[in-house]
Nanobody, 122 residues
Framework: VQLVESGGGLVQPGGALRLSCAAS????????MGWFRQAPGKGLEWVSA????????YYADSVNGRFTISRDNAKNTVYLQMNSLKPEDTAVYYC????????????????WGQGTQVTVSS
């Protein structure tokens, strides 16, 4: 599975962005998907996850109520809608695919995208 993120950019505080992650391969629908982020000088942080069928979603406390994860298995794409963005959301955002395992653990993910930069600043 190859993953390619898009949709990052510069946005003012309070603004919104939608990240997309396009996957190659016919097995996309069998993978749980997750979004992680890494801010400058900090470690990798789990942000959100969705199960293979899209019926279950999970969020870190820091983004719960502001971010929404979704997927379209017909398009082999997972999305992260980010609203009410804050400066502390500034980071490189990565999507990742896992066949099974704990959704909040980066070590459970087998495939990673190259990342897309999100900068929240006035």
């Amino acid at each position: 599975v190859q993953l390619v993120e898009s949709g990052g950019g510069l946005v003012q505080p309070g603004g919104a962005l939608r990240l997309s992650c396009a996957a190659s391969g016919r097995t996309f629908s069998s993978y749980g998907m997750g979004w992680f982020r890494q801010a400058p000088g900090k470690g990798l942080e789990w942000v959100s996850a969705i199960n293979s069928g899209g019926g279950s979603t999970y969020y870190a406390d820091s983004v719960n109520g502001r971010f929404t994860i979704s997927r379209d298995n017909a398009k082999n794409t997972v999305y992260l809608q980010m609203n009410s963005l804050k400066p502390e959301d500034t980071a490189v955002y990565y999507c990742a695919a896992r066949p099974r395992g704990d959704y909040w653990k980066g070590s459970e993910y087998d495939y990673w995208g190259q990342g897309t930069q999100v900068t929240v600043s006035s």
